[in-house]
């Protein structure tokens, strides 16, 4: 497993960070996000559910971010 | 058969049950096909991720794949069809799918070889996105 960035900051004199390396793709980045938004902020499943099931899917892959 | 529908349901129905969702499904995957990646190796990849999952609904839809191309899929490492760019991206899409904690520094800069860094950040992105579709499918009964 990479401990440094695979790819550089798309914004000049920014630190690479997942912000920064998907500046790389604005357009494809806001249609993730609506996406992620959609699934997370509306709909009938509780926000703690979700949560909950987005901090095991991390753990799970032991995603530290 | 679809868990949700109780009959035998295509992507698009199980998906109409949530329109909100259908509508940023949908434009997202536009904006996957928008992102500047070749068309040919981005299908490439979303077969293939297909087949390691058995994602029976993704395999079983058109595919813009000329067939001998998606014939030859499950043997890209050496079939001679296959260009080293289209090498790199699916020995990552394969462990993207696999053991993505195994993904070398070397195989990331391969993809940025062959794509760019822009190219290299959609692509992942449609990785994770057609991941998760093909889960989806399976886990919903999509057919």
């Known amino acids: 497993m990479s401990t440094t960035p695979r790819v550089s900051s798309a914004i000049a004199d920014a630190p690479t960070h997942i912000g920064t390396a998907r500046a790389h793709t604005p357009e494809l980045t806001a249609a993730f996000d609506a996406m992620y938004a959609a699934l997370l902020g509306r709909g009938i499943v509780g926000m703690e559910v979700k949560e909950a099931m987005r901090l095991r899917n991390a753990r799970m892959n032991s995603c530290s971010l | ?143």
């Open chain 2, 1 to 143: 058969m679809s868990w949700l529908l109780g009959a035998p349901a295509d992507r698009d129905a199980v998906l109409a049950l949530r329109p909100e969702l259908a509508a940023a499904h949908t434009a997202l995957h536009e904006a996957i096909r928008a992102s500047g990646v070749p068309t040919e190796t981005l299908e490439l990849c979303r077969i293939r991720m297909a087949q390691l999952l058995d994602a029976r609904a993704a395999l079983a839809e058109p595919t813009s794949l000329a067939p001998e191309r998606a014939a030859a899929l499950g043997r890209w490492a050496t079939d001679p069809s296959f260009t080293d760019g289209e090498r790199a991206c699916l020995g990552f899409a394969e462990l993207f799918v696999l053991d993505h904690h195994s993904i070398t520094d070397e195989q990331a800069a391969a993809v940025v070889a062959a794509l760019g860094e822009p190219g290299f950040v959609a692509f992942t992105t449609a990785l994770s996105v057609w991941e998760n579709q093909h889960r989806f499918d399976i886990a919903l009964g999509v057919t």
